[in-house]
């Protein structure tokens, strides 16, 4: 299981990378190996909208499940992958990069203290 | 599998009957509902019956074979229930007819209400809706009601358990609630630390599915709704697992203030393609002015000379109608049925009997199948399809190597919180021979995923179809076979 130590995770298993002021949001490793075979990606929110932390911000289904993603900070949405929707696999054939599923401009930065680091994510995944 | 399509086996021209002809004058069709061609299978009769009868033959049935699909109650389907259900008196009727021309029908509708009130332990009982989860949209478009009928319209929150029936948020959500997830302990009860935080001004109420999803009674039942009423919420009761209460609990007795029941689970009538479901919804005496519209009564008692009249009913304060006319009257007729038959003392020993054989499966499994949440199951439990030492195995192969041992697999990956999920409902109706030849399977199953698990992974491979692809399904479903016009 791949678990980026430049990254900050949530229980939920959401990613954040944080550059400057910008977050960029999508699910872990180890949640698409566990939703298996991603058939359906849909982002709920739309550029410009303003989302508290935990919010719903999109819904993923494979051939076992549907879920939803929330996201690990408030903030407002600058940016979401529009190729996600024709091309769902990406999500799990590169979780970290190419299916990343929104960025976010933070609004409070210290929200990322309440997220785990890489080695606190390992753990709980390990549980 | 070699049985083609309709459209593939239409010849132009063929057809399987010639009308007389008319004798009435013609009249001609708009221009505007006129086509140039209407592409559709041209068949003779003995075409479509072979056609069905060969596609009946590939289906696995209740009726072929052993079904432990959990969360379904896939039990017996008694024959004598199709019988009560054709006699020309129910099936000939038409649902508008005058009330007093359909006496026989509103009695059995009328009393299947009242048995359902005692069984369940509710004040009153609609017998409209469509299926379990209409039943649930019911329920809570009542509790709604409720609230805003009390000035109450703020509560908009409904908590349901992580345990619940997945249908459960659905509802809520349709119903324009707002859903609060909460946690199961570590004995698979709802956490009441987690509920008491959500106890608030907002709650309406929570959504209990008991036993829940792992098959479990929830211990602290009483705290969960004393605490929900405490805070002004209602609970609702998703009865899909009735058929582990059945003559031992009621749920309008623990305090369950609306609940449906399943008629295609618990009261034996067909479903899985069998048949349309059926989801009366009970509701205790505060929410039974809200109940949709109409309700079965008694509108004259009658005398020494005279029956009483039976007829329909608006509740004062009903939510309005939810289905048109009566519900799935067939179904009502086939509960009735299956409640008549067994009576009291025979719906108790369903119950019984049911949970003592999910015990029995639990019991000879749990050494090779994992079982999270381990403790006497009702109805059904859910173990784990995955081992350490066969890391390349999943779930869902079991579930198809199990088709080539002739058993349809259990419910798989749900609920969502035990890892690769096995969730397995014998019910009452199986022989403890049948329990034995699935349980050996399962072993079988076991043992070959250690030794030979591209078995697995493969299966099945004595199905009429093999494994299917279910990404592609899921992304290229194409449900249209058309039939070229130019045939």
Known sequence: MNVPTNLKYTESNEWIKVEGNTGTIGITDFAQNSLSDIVFAEVVVGEGDTVGKGASIATIESVKAAADVYTPISGKVIAINEDLGSAPEVINSDPYGAAWLVKIELIDPAELDGLMDAAAYEAQVQE | MGEPQLCELSVPGRHGLRYPAPDVPLSPLPEALLREDLP???????????????????????????????????????????????????????????????????????????????????????????????GELTGVLIMRAYHHSRGDSQRDKILIPDSAHGTNPATSAMSGMRVVELKSDARGNVDLEALRLECDHTLAGLMLTNPNTLGLFDENVLEVIRLVHEAGGLVYGDGANMNALLGVVRPGDLGIDVLHYNLHKTFSTPHGGGGPGSGPVGVAAHLADFLPAPLVTILDPGDEDLPPLYGLVNPPKSIGRVKSFHGHFGMAVRAYTYIAMHGAEGLRRIAEHAVLNANYLKARLQDVYHVPYNRVCMHEFVAEGRWEDAPEVHALDIAKRLMDYKFHPPTNYFPLIVHEALMIEPTESESKETLDAFVDAMLKIAEEAHTQPELLKEAPHHTPIGRVDEVKAAKELVLCCGVSAND
């Open chain 2, 40 to 134: 559709m299978p041209e068949l003779s009769e003995l075409d479509v019956v072979r056609h069905y009868t060969r596609l009946s033959q590939l289906n696995h049935s209740i009726d072929t074979g052993f079904y432990p699909l959990g969360s379904c109650t896939m039990k017996y389907n008694p024959k004598i229930n199709e019988e009560t259900a054709r006699l020309p008196g129910f099936a000939a009727l038409h649902p508008l007819q005058p009330v007093e021309t359909a006496q026989g029908a509103l009695v059995l509708m009328y009393n299947l209400q009242e048995w359902l009130k005692e069984i369940g332990g509710f004040a009153a009982v609609t017998l409209q809706p469509a299926a379990g989860a209409h």
